[in-house]
Nanobody
Framework: QVRLVESGGGLVQAGGSLRLSCVVS????????MAWFRQASGKERECVAA????????HYLDSVEGRFTISRDSDKNTTYLQMNNLQPEDTALYYC????WGIGTFDRQGYDYWGQGIQVIVSS
C-alpha cells in the first residue's frame, strides 16, 4: 500500500516562501510520477507542478512558473514543492499525488495515490 504524507504548510505573508514535503511510503519514489495539486475554497482542484517518473520532465501551471519548483530526493523517498514569492491567490489546500510510471500529467485522473492535503495561507 502506497501512502503519501504532506508537511510544511502554514501561514505566510505575501512575498514569503514555504517548502512543502511529501513522504512516500510503500514503494520506491523513483518509480512514480509526482505532482502537486491545490484546491482553493469554491474552486476546482488544479495541478500546479508535475514531474515524470524518470525526473526528466517537469511542468508548471502558468501562474506559478518561475516561483514554484518541484523536486525529489529518492534517497529520502520525498518530493518537495518550493514556493517562493507567494501571493494571496496561492492560498489553498495543497495535495501531493503519485502515479506509477507516470509521465507527469496535469490530469488528476492520471494519479493513483493522494495525500491528505495541507493548508497554505498567504496573507496580504
Amino acid at each position: 500500500q502506497v501512502r503519501l504524507v504532506e508537511s510544511g504548510g502554514g501561514l505566510v505573508q505575501a512575498g514569503g516562501s514555504l517548502r512543502l514535503s511529501c513522504v512516500v511510503s510503500g514503494r520506491p519514489l523513483s518509480s512514480y510520477a509526482m505532482a502537486w495539486f491545490r484546491q482553493a475554497s469554491g474552486k476546482e482542484r488544479e495541478c500546479v507542478a508535475a514531474m515524470s517518473w524518470s525526473g526528466d520532465s517537469t511542468h508548471y501551471l502558468d501562474s506559478v512558473e518561475g516561483r514554484f519548483t518541484i523536486s525529489r530526493d529518492s534517497d529520502k523517498n520525498t518530493t518537495y514543492l518550493q514556493m517562493n514569492n507567494l501571493q494571496p491567490e496561492d492560498t489553498a489546500l495543497y495535495y501531493c499525488a503519485a502515479a506509477a510510471w507516470g509521465i507527469g500529467t496535469f490530469d488528476r485522473q492520471g494519479y493513483d495515490y493522494w495525500g491528505q492535503g495541507i493548508q497554505v495561507i498567504v496573507s496580504s
